[in-house]
């Protein structure tokens, strides 16, 4: 197949600034919940540690209820992998110069709330935080990168989810408000593309990783999706106002990768659903403007009702995003049949191991073929602009003596993805952004790791907080350099 890729593609990459910035506690930013969380490993969770209000200090899995009395604490003897992760707030000169030797186009990056507004209640911002970021986007300007700003990004102030109670209280849509407005008119000019919220709908797939989750949990993950739905779309017509030049796009998880395992019509249905629960329900409202007609069947299957505000479906209907955006890493497989090995696990999805692909070191599918499946579903359904703005394979980098790191894996996971991406675009797809996940390595969202490394940049930091911090270019730095240049066509 000759070149498709067009021209002024942004070839990039991704990150956030939780998992890279570190400064957690510098020029007045405030605590988020990932700064109360510690390491973990692929067989151990992530704790997020707190005090009670007798003092007493405990530690709950991620993924299990936290009481609402608990506050979250640094506790002495524990580690926090995101407080300095790989220290981009002091380094960031450096790493976009990086990015630049590579060719990026586009650089994914996000903004700390508590950097702006420690605890997100603030009226007037903090201007620290705003200086950090305007100076990050003219570093990035100075080399032609077009940034691509995800304005909610797992970062939600650790006040605003503990005295508020998060997005399940609707007050916490006009503080989205007064950050998205600050951003908008702070940045107009320099900041062309916005997402709204990252994967959003991992409220919804998170369900299943916490047995007999209670109702009232499942019920708050409903309305707080609700909620962001419509902070969303408020900020679609707000950036709109500001900055008529802009495009503001939606961000969801996975994408409708949800394979039946076996041609069970009941493993058909199964599919169809899960990608209904997981992937179209979010992507429609944002979409199209309005909840899909199965969500009822959503909303009755979990007991739960959704509280639409006053003009909540007229914002809904005029808030919708310019272009669509998802993460892809892998492809699940579902099905009715007992006995089946149910390992094939990432991402936050969970289903049957497929026998036709091969897995990585920590489980996750490797199928650029779904890539391209996934990428015709969502254009096929919605015809706007598509970008892949997440995709990586996390694996363990081995520095040699001379300092070189040789990474293959990746380089091959690489091409065949580019390559299913070529294949998409030759069947129609408008395909505009490729922006890769950890282009520099960070500390991994779901196991608090460093040496889960996703990136064609190394950074000496290590699981145990040691390290230097020099950054040092892999195989794949070069290999990406090249396929930049060529426009996706030299791919060996």
């Given at each position: 197949?000759?070149?498709?890729?067009?021209?002024?593609?942004?070839?990039?990459?991704?990150?956030?600034?939780?998992?890279?910035?570190?400064?957690?506690?510098?020029?007045?930013?405030?605590?988020?919940?990932?700064?109360?969380?510690?390491?973990?490993?692929?067989?151990?969770?992530?704790?997020?540690?707190?005090?009670?209000?007798?003092?007493?200090?405990?530690?709950?899995?991620?993924?299990?209820?936290?009481?609402?009395?608990?506050?979250?604490?640094?506790?002495?003897?524990?580690?926090?992998?995101?407080?300095?992760?790989?220290?981009?707030?002091?380094?960031?000169?450096?790493?976009?110069?990086?990015?630049?030797?590579?060719?990026?186009?586009?650089?994914?990056?996000?903004?700390?709330?508590?950097?702006?507004?420690?605890?997100?209640?603030?009226?007037?911002?903090?201007?620290?935080?705003?200086?950090?970021?305007?100076?990050?986007?003219?570093?990035?300007?100075?080399?032609?990168?077009?940034?691509?700003?995800?304005?909610?990004?797992?970062?939600?102030?650790?006040?605003?989810?503990?005295?508020?109670?998060?997005?399940?209280?609707?007050?916490?849509?006009?503080?989205?408000?007064?950050?998205?407005?600050?951003?908008?008119?702070?940045?107009?000019?320099?900041?062309?593309?916005?997402?709204?919220?990252?994967?959003?709908?991992?409220?919804?797939?998170?369900?299943?990783?916490?047995?007999?989750?209670?109702?009232?949990?499942?019920?708050?993950?409903?309305?707080?999706?609700?909620?962001?739905?419509?902070?969303?779309?408020?900020?679609?017509?707000?950036?709109?106002?500001?900055?008529?030049?802009?495009?503001?796009?939606?961000?969801?998880?996975?994408?409708?990768?949800?394979?039946?395992?076996?041609?069970?019509?009941?493993?058909?249905?199964?599919?169809?659903?899960?990608?209904?629960?997981?992937?179209?329900?979010?992507?429609?409202?944002?979409?199209?403007?309005?909840?899909?007609?199965?969500?009822?069947?959503?909303?009755?299957?979990?007991?739960?009702?959704?509280?639409?505000?006053?003009?909540?479906?007229?914002?809904?209907?005029?808030?919708?995003?310019?272009?669509?955006?998802y993460s892809y890493y892998?492809?699940?497989?579902?099905?009715?049949?007992?006995?089946?090995?149910?390992s094939g696990k990432g991402?936050?999805?969970?289903?049957?191991?497929?026998?036709?692909?091969?897995?990585?070191?920590?489980?996750?599918?490797?199928?650029?073929?779904?890539?391209?499946?996934?990428?015709?579903?969502?254009?096929?359904?919605?015809?706007?602009?598509?970008?892949?703005?997440?995709?990586?394979?996390?694996?363990?980098d081995t520095v040699e003596?001379?300092?070189?790191?040789?990474?293959?894996?990746?380089?091959?996971?690489?091409?065949?993805?580019?390559?299913?991406?070529?294949?998409?675009?030759?069947?129609?797809?408008?395909?505009?952004?490729?922006?890769?996940?950890?282009?520099?390595?960070?500390?991994?969202?779901?196991?608090?790791?460093?040496?889960?490394?996703?990136?064609?940049?190394?950074?000496?930091?290590?699981?145990?907080?040691?390290?230097?911090?020099?950054?040092?270019?892999?195989?794949?730095?070069?290999?990406?350099?090249?396929?930049?240049?060529?426009?996706?066509?030299?791919?060996?």
């Amino acid at each position: 197949m000759s070149n498709v890729f067009p021209e002024g593609f942004y070839w990039g990459g991704a990150t956030a600034a939780n998992q890279c910035e570190g400064a957690w506690n510098v020029d007045g930013r405030g605590p988020a919940r990932t700064d109360v969380t510690t390491v973990g490993t692929a067989d151990s969770p992530r704790y997020i540690t707190v005090r009670m209000p007798d003092g007493t200090t405990t530690k709950f899995s991620q993924f299990t209820p936290v009481p609402k009395e608990a506050r979250g604490a640094v506790l002495d003897g524990e580690y926090y992998p995101n407080h300095e992760s790989i220290d981009f707030y002091h380094h960031y000169k450096e790493d976009i110069a990086l990015f630049a030797e590579m060719g990026f186009k586009m650089f994914r990056m996000s903004i700390s709330w508590s950097r702006i507004f420690p605890k997100g209640i603030e009226e007037e911002p903090n201007q620290a935080g705003l200086d950090f970021y305007r100076n990050v986007f003219l570093e990035l300007k100075k080399y032609g990168i077009e940034p691509l700003v995800t304005i909610s990004h797992y970062d939600t102030p650790l006040y605003i989810e503990e005295e508020l109670g998060g997005w399940s209280n609707r007050e916490v849509i006009a503080l989205y408000d007064r950050f998205t407005e600050v951003l908008f008119r702070e940045y107009k000019g320099l900041v062309k593309y916005w997402l709204t919220f990252n994967e959003i709908n991992c409220a919804l797939m998170t369900l299943k990783f916490i047995p007999n989750m209670p109702h009232t949990m499942v019920q708050d993950r409903y309305q707080s999706l609700h909620n962001q739905f419509v902070a969303s779309a408020r900020a679609v017509k707000r950036a709109h106002e500001v900055d008529p030049d802009c495009k503001v796009g939606c961000m969801v998880a996975g994408g409708p990768s949800a394979y039946p395992l076996t041609c069970d019509p009941k493993d058909i249905i199964a599919a169809q659903i899960e990608n209904q629960n997981s992937f179209w329900y979010s992507a429609d409202v944002q979409v199209r403007g309005a909840y899909p007609a199965f969500a009822k069947r959503m909303w009755e299957h979990d007991g739960v009702t959704v509280e639409f505000g006053e003009g909540d479906e007229e914002i809904l209907r005029s808030g919708t995003v310019d272009f669509i955006t998802y993460s892809y890493y892998m492809t699940s497989c579902v099905t009715t049949h007992e006995d089946v090995e149910m390992s094939g696990k990432g991402n936050l999805v969970m289903g049957a191991k497929n026998p036709y692909l091969t897995y990585s070191d920590w489980g996750w599918s490797i199928d650029p073929d779904g890539l391209r499946y996934t990428l015709n579903e969502i254009y096929g359904r919605y015809q706007i602009p598509v970008m892949v703005v997440e995709n990586g394979l996390g694996a363990i980098d081995t520095v040699e003596e001379d300092g070189s790191i040789h990474d293959p894996y990746r380089i091959d996971y690489m091409r065949e993805h580019v390559r299913a991406m070529g294949e998409a675009i030759a069947d129609g797809v408008d395909l505009i952004a490729y922006t890769p996940w950890g282009c520099i390595d960070l500390v991994s969202a779901s196991t608090g790791e460093m040496h889960k490394r996703y990136g064609m940049i190394y950074v000496d930091r290590h699981d145990d907080g040691t390290g230097s911090f020099e950054r040092r270019r892999k195989d794949s730095f070069f290999w990406y350099k090249k396929c930049i240049e060529s426009n996706g066509e030299d791919l060996d």
